[in-house]
């Protein structure tokens, strides 16, 4: 990390680099949006609607810890705080971290692979509306009983002979109709990438955002239709008379925990492998440099997916289970290390003596490093089954649940949220507003989370609606619930960034950032079929190559020459 260069915040003028011819403005209208099929609006849709879900789940934590912030406290009956902690947990889990994903991929990966949509855009709509249909079911719950079993609705909890009421219904249908999205996106991810790219862009020379999202589509084609199956199983428990986790009649409970957590512990790394990916884009942009060791970051992706798929049971170590079962998965829960240490190793070694541009994008990338890294180390010990027998179902969980999941997810996404920002909208956010957030949220995180290992092994138990005042857990608490409201502001601040840099940011240019892959070709925000002329790619940073045939060609030294050209002349061999 030798030099550093300031982040660009104000551009009085566009930034014209290198990028494709104009076409005709889109439709414009809200009926244009409804009906759209252009895989960019779609992208935009989901992450509008994913956001919403994200802060209707930020306000459903903040009631969570003020509930919790003294012992003995009622400012919320114990049903309502059931009602919350079930509805937080399934909407940052399946209404935000894994469709936001998504909504980054159906933007960006056509751009990125040189083509024009998705392979099936109808079916891309479809998965949308699929989406806001399960957050519909879900939400208008609250009419009437939202359901109260967590994120994991374990059986018997979930069983009608202790919830009668419509609120797991409404649980189990958010379920299939975002499965079905998922599923459906999938594939249309998957054919996309694997039929659609620009000529010259072989599986070697594919962007690592795009690895992660194939590797993403794959791991739901595998897991959903297990979770779609239990769901479907304890449906009929509960309205059919079957009993199939129902123990008093030949049942087993155990059998949700395992279809449940079969699709459950691949979701973690469908949840972060893309943000592994945004992070793989973003480090070496703003460092300067080539990422390091790209064939092992793209292994370590395979890799990574291939172990989450045979580690379920680590979460089922409290239950009966022989040891060798035991032992197996403990083993297996340790190997993830290995793929998961290389990416960190290469990411690291990326920055080394790189130029670096400290850019918001680039702090929310570096802050999922270091905040990623504590949730791996606190995971070595959860996987090992007799310390687990002592922390299962403590704050010990909740802390490390989350500095995986809002460290490996939420940090890449706002990361990826200011880097990509500009090509979606053609305007730059706020860079010291950015910084603002950023500061407020790792600090916000650090205070909410750290503290909650600590109240874990005093033994303070998750999913409590009240605990007595023992210990250090009044004052712990008190910390974390102060950590979730600077947490919340930092949010907030990110928002108002938005809203107001959507329609009066600095004007961004096509390529802002001088980035390495293709989207950065085409105008910002791009036109509807995306680019006038795709180039033959010829590496895994075909940017570079451009601007080097640019130089070529005309002699201009940067950054005169990115007046000068246009997409046709510069793709010479396009199509």
């Not at 649980?171 to 054919?191: D, E, Q, R």
């Not at 680590?314 to 297996?332: I, R």
Request: proline content about 6%; charged content about 10%; glycine content about 8%.
């Amino acid at each position: 990390m030798a030099a550093t260069v300031e982040a660009p915040t104000t551009t009085v003028e566009p930034i014209p680099q290198v990028a494709a011819r104009k076409v005709d403005a889109p439709a414009t209208g809200w009926t244009s949006w409804v009906t759209t099929t252009d895989h960019k609006r779609i992208g935009i849709m989901y992450l509008v609607l994913t956001f919403a879900f994200f802060i209707l789940g930020g306000v459903e934590a903040l009631l969570i810890r003020l509930q919790l912030a003294v012992p003995n406290n009622d400012l919320l009956t114990p049903q309502t705080y059931n009602e919350l902690f079930t509805m937080h947990g399934t909407t940052m889990i399946f209404l935000f971290v894994v469709p936001v994903m998504a909504g980054f991929g159906n933007y960006f990966v056509p751009l990125m692979i040189g083509a024009r949509d998705m392979a099936f855009p109808k079916l891309n709509a479809l998965s949308f509306w699929l989406l806001a249909a399960g957050g519909l079911v879900f939400y208008a719950s609250i009419f009437f009983s939202p359901p109260e079993c967590g994120w994991t609705c374990y059986s018997p909890l979930s069983d009608t002979d202790y919830l009668p009421s419509g609120g797991v219904d409404a649980w189990i249908f958010l379920i299939h109709l975002t499965g079905l999205s998922s599923l459906v996106g999938a594939v249309n991810f998957y054919a996309t990438i694997a039929n659609m790219r620009a000529p010259g862009m072989g599986w070697g020379r594919l962007p690592l955002f795009v690895w992660a999202i194939l590797t993403y589509a794959v791991l739901l084609i595998l897991a959903l239709p297990v979770i779609a199956a239990a769901v479907t199983l304890l449906l009929t428990d509960r309205h059919f008379g079957t009993h199939f986790y129902d123990a008093s009649n030949g049942g087993s409970p155990l059998l949700w925990q395992h279809l449940f957590w079969f699709f459950g512990h691949p979701e973690v790394y469908i949840m972060v492998l893309p943000g592994f990916g945004i992070i793989s884009e973003v480090l070496p942009v703003f460092s300067r440099k080539p990422i390091f060791g790209y064939k092992a970051i793209a292994a370590a992706t395979l890799v990574i997916a291939f172990l989450g798929l045979l580690v379920w049971a680590h979460h089922m170590f409290s239950t009966p289970s022989p040891s060798l079962v035991l032992v197996f998965f403990m083993m297996s829960s340790f190997l993830i290390a290995v793929p998961t240490g290389v990416k960190i190793f290469n990411w690291i070694a990326t920055l080394w003596r790189g130029t670096i541009t400290y850019t918001t994008s680039l702090l929310f990338a570096v802050g999922f490093i270091g905040t990623f890294l504590i949730g791996g180390i606190t995971g070595i010990f959860v996987a090992v089954f007799p310390v687990d027998w002592q922390l299962t179902d403590t704050y010990f969980v909740v802390a490390h649940f989350h500095y995986v999941l809002m460290g490996g997810a939420v940090f890449t996404i706002f990361s990826g949220l200011y880097y990509w920002f500009p090509k979606m909208t053609g305007r730059l956010l706020s860079e010291p507003l950015g910084k603002a957030s950023f500061w407020l949220m790792l600090i916000g995180f650090h205070v909410t989370f750290l503290v909650q290992h600590s109240a874990g092994m005093e033994g303070m138990p998750r999913r409590v609606y009240e605990y007595s005042d023992v210990q250090d857990l009044a004052i712990l608490n008190l910390i974390s619930t102060i950590g979730a409201f600077i947490l919340g502001f930092g949010i907030l601040l990110t928002l108002i960034n938005v809203l107001i840099s959507v329609k009066k940011g600095a004007v961004a240019g096509p390529d802002p950032w001088k980035a390495n892959t293709l989207e950065w070709f085409t105008q910002s925000p791009p036109p509807v079929n995306n680019f006038d002329s795709v180039p033959r790619i010829r590496s895994v940073e075909p940017m570079k190559d451009i601007r080097r045939q640019v130089i070529a060609q005309t002699g201009a030294p940067e950054p005169a020459y990115m007046t000068a050209m246009e997409a046709g002349r510069l793709a010479g061999d396009g199509h």
